[in-house]
């Protein structure tokens, strides 16, 4: 039995996440890490060691979200 397929139509962002690079101290790679807020131990998928890293600062991450409205507001008009 065949199915009847209907295109798609293009799905809005539901959410949004910022990811921070982190160079790798040891091997020189850009280690990528969703808003990290704490202190913490990123682990480099190139060569697998681990380094302390900064956090980022909660309260930017909040007005970046509030200004595009959790990724509501980023979206193409082209697209609305």
Known sequence: MSESRK???PVKPSGMEII???TCPFCGRDVPYISPTQPAMAQ???CRRKFPIVPVDE???RFYKTM?????AA???DFL
């Open 44 to 46: 480099c998928d190139a």
């Open 20 to 22: 921070f690079m982190f």
């Open 68 to 72: 595009l409205a959790n990724g509501h």
């Open 75 to 77: 979206i193409d008009p």
């Open 59 to 61: 309260k930017v991450i």
């Open 7 to 9: 295109p798609l139509s």
